[in-house]
Nanobody, 115 residues
Framework: QVQLVESGGGLVQAGGSLRLSCAASGIIFNFFTMNWYRQAPGKERELVASISSGSSTNYADSAKGRFTISRDNAKRTVYLQMNSLKPEDTAVYYC?????????WGQGTQVTVSS
């Protein structure tokens, strides 16, 4: 059974930082591309950051320069370090993994940035 368990969300003031973690089980972690998505109320889910099995990274324009995605294959965990947070970063953040046609989602963690 595949499980992606996010943690690290919470309430932070604008300009602050949070580090999200996503622990994976039930997959060969090293083989999967790991992604962080977010969904704000009334908006579509959007890709925030991605890290490939070879650790190549991509970021949404809104995340460039502020967020850093990383992975620890030994711990089967992907991280999202978020700095200089803005109120518009408020959303539920979801961990997602993908390999070929197989993909899985975590349950999400709430991030709220107050102004």
């Amino acid at each position: 059974q595949v499980q992606l368990v996010e943690s690290g969300g919470g309430l932070v003031q604008a300009g602050g930082s949070l580090r999200l973690s996503c622990a994976a089980s039930g997959i060969i972690f090293n083989f999967f591309t790991m992604n962080w998505y977010r969904q704000a109320p009334g908006k579509e889910r959007e890709l925030v950051a991605s890290i490939s099995s070879g650790s190549s990274t991509n970021y949404a324009d809104s995340a460039k320069g502020r967020f850093t995605i990383s992975r620890d294959n030994a711990k089967r965990t992907v991280y999202l370090q978020m700095n200089s947070l803005k109120p518009e970063d408020t959303a539920v953040y979801y961990c997602h993994c993908q390999r070929y046609t197989n993909d899985y989602w975590g349950q999400g963690t709430q991030v709220t940035v107050s102004s």
